[in-house]
């Protein structure tokens, strides 16, 4: 089964379902003035999915906040509010965080799981322990397991962790639709929780393995808890809570990626945000949390003057740094080694005369400044099959002196190195 994507507007897969209550004979009911009629509710359906403040549909209405929030729930109805949090709401989220479940909470006050999460985090609330599962967080579990939903999505649509999840599902029987067929309840549950927590995925496959679970390969591995949907972004639009917990850590200097694993988004997710609101740059530790030093601009003339140069080992002990920062940061300004450098023309033409006048590849080698092991595959990826030969001292310089003008002149002529070099036997010896 192919995995489902969300869309960013989905805040509900299935409703929860209605408990059958035993029909009984109707009694007569005392009339009520403050009872809803059919054209409030339909008022009421149409302001809340217009993400009207719940405090101004009371107003429009003529009732009371806790009326309007009562109705709401009554109607099952849900929304992404993107309206900006007032004190009421505030007051309300801190009272009821820590006891009652984050899809209730989320419910009343007109807004999605993952803001509750955003706003929870920046009023510095903490959750007890984990609150029971409501009818409605069921519902959307076993209809999102069914459909093959990613675990990611699952749990930011209902506010729970993959830990729970997995739990949830082990009590209610049910299996994900891209559940990979020879692992385990407990072996996918344990691989989340370990993934989670941040591990990567070579040391949670040995973790596993240790644990007495089936030995799994990286890429398999990988594979399955990427279609269970972990790490996986779906485009949702950022909110209005997202982009203050994003600020605040920029503001503190904090790392971002224990935000990035609460917000469900990938650290290119946050990069592009943070860059779209104007704090590229703004961070305390603008590099990250790297070990050594940061660069400089005369680090990096010092790196662009010396790298290919100089061995890599010896220009890293002299800038007193590694040699993975050496060639990281090479890599980053474009700078190209010298041994990996493309062949010049008067290296094609050296190439060639040392073939003819049978210099050996490692003096030639070190007349070119390269590697013997690349230069001999280059010579033989050209046509020059050198073989054993005597060792002497040449220069770049005496090699194209060996050239006569008339190899030179043909050569110019045929555009074939082979021509401009002759077709002297490679096993003849000549006197430098």
């Known amino acids: 089964m192919t995995v489902l994507d969300l869309d960013a507007d989905i805040v509900e897969l299935a409703p929860a379902p ?7 004979p109707l009694r007569e009911m005392a009339y009520r003035v403050d009872a809803w009629t059919p054209q409030e509710s339909e008022r009421l359906r149409s302001l809340f999915l217009d993400d009207v403040a719940i405090a101004d549909i009371g107003q429009e209405l003529r009732r009371s906040r806790a009326a309007v929030a009562e109705r709401i729930a009554l109607l099952g109805l849900r929304r992404n509010s993107t309206r900006t949090w007032t004190e009421l709401d505030d007051a309300e989220l801190t009272r009821r965080y820590a006891g009652e479940p984050t899809a209730r909470i989320a ?13 929870a985090r920046l009023l510095d609330l903490t959750g007890g322990n984990p609150p029971e599962w409501t009818p409605w967080e069921d519902a959307q579990l076993v209809e999102g397991y069914r459909r093959g939903v990613p675990l990611a999505q699952i749990a930011t649509l209902i506010g729970r962790p993959f830990g729970g999840l997995s739990s949830r599902a082990g009590h209610l ?27 990567r995925y070579t040391a949670i496959v040995a973790l596993l393995g240790q644990e ?23 485009g949702r639009a950022w909110t209005p809570e997202e982009d203050a917990l994003l600020r605040r850590a920029y503001e503190e200097g904090a790392s971002l990626t224990p935000l990035r694993r609460q917000l469900g988004r990938t650290g290119g997710s946050l990069r592009h945000r943070a860059e779209y609101l104007q704090l590229r740059g703004s961070h305390a530790n603008r590099n990250g949390w790297r070990i050594g030093p940061d660069w400089t601009d005369a680090d990096e003339a010092r790196l662009r003057a010396d790298y290919g140069r100089m061995s890599t080992k010896d220009l890293a002990t002299s800038m007193g740094r590694t040699k993975a920062a050496i060639t990281s940061r090479a890599n ?7 041994y990996i450098r493309p062949f010049s023309d008067n290296e094609a033409r050296a190439l060639a005369i040392a073939f003819r006048t049978g210099v050996s590849i490692a003096d030639l080698a070190a007349a070119l400044n390269r590697k013997a092991m690349s230069l001999s595959k280059y010579a033989t990826n050209h046509g020059y099959p ?19 003008p008339a190899d030179r002149l043909a050569g110019a002529r045929s555009g074939n190195p082979h021509a401009a070099a002759g077709s002297t036997h490679p096993g003849r010896v000549e006197a430098l």
Do not use: M
């Open 18 to 24: 209605i408990a059958a209550v035993p029909a009984t």
């Open 107 to 119: 419910s009343d006050l007109g807004r999605s799981c993952s803001a509750v999460y955003a706003r």
């Open 173 to 199: 029987a049910i299996v994900h639709a891209n559940h990979p067929p020879d692992w385990s309840a407990q072996e996918t549950a344990r691989a989340l929780e370990l993934a989670e927590a941040g591990h």
């Open 212 to 234: 007495g679970f089936p030995q799994r390969t990286i890429r398999g591995f990988g594979l399955a808890i990427r279609k269970l949907g972990y790490g996986r972004g779906w």
């Open 332 to 338: 980053a300004l474009g700078l190209v080694h010298g």
């Open 386 to 404: 050198f073989g054993r030969r005597p060792r002497r001292a040449v220069t770049l310089e005496d090699l194209l002196a060996l050239e006569c």
